[in-house]
């Protein structure tokens, strides 16, 4: 994934995604005016696409996504959690 934002709280988002969860790479923006370079864009798919940090980073996002099934599933966290949530408003 690369993480580019635009206004407000995609800022906090693209911070989550490249320091804390090991999911995204940043690009690097244009001071004068904000915007990503044709080059950059290109530079970083191809890290994406071709480097070991990219090829790190597709197998963690793979990881966390079969987590994220798995949490929806029958027995999965989520599910669990809105069962509690129900019965405790019922």
Same mark, same amino acid.
């Given at each position: 994934m690369v993480a580019?934002?635009?206004y407000a709280e995609p800022?906090?988002?693209r911070s989550v995604l490249v320091?804390?969860?090991k999911m995204a790479i940043d690009v690097e923006q244009r001071e004068v005016d904000g915007f990503v370079s044709g080059d950059e864009v290109e530079r970083r798919v191809g890290e994406l696409m071709e480097s070991e940090k990219g090829r790190e980073?597709? !197998?963690r996002s793979l990881k966390i996504g079969e987590m994220a099934l798995g949490a929806q599933g029958e027995l999965g966290s989520s599910r669990k959690a809105l069962?509690?949530?129900v019965n405790?408003? !019922?």
């Open positions: 580019w934002p635009l800022h906090l988002n320091n804390d969860m980073l597709r !197998e069962v509690n949530f405790a408003i !019922e």
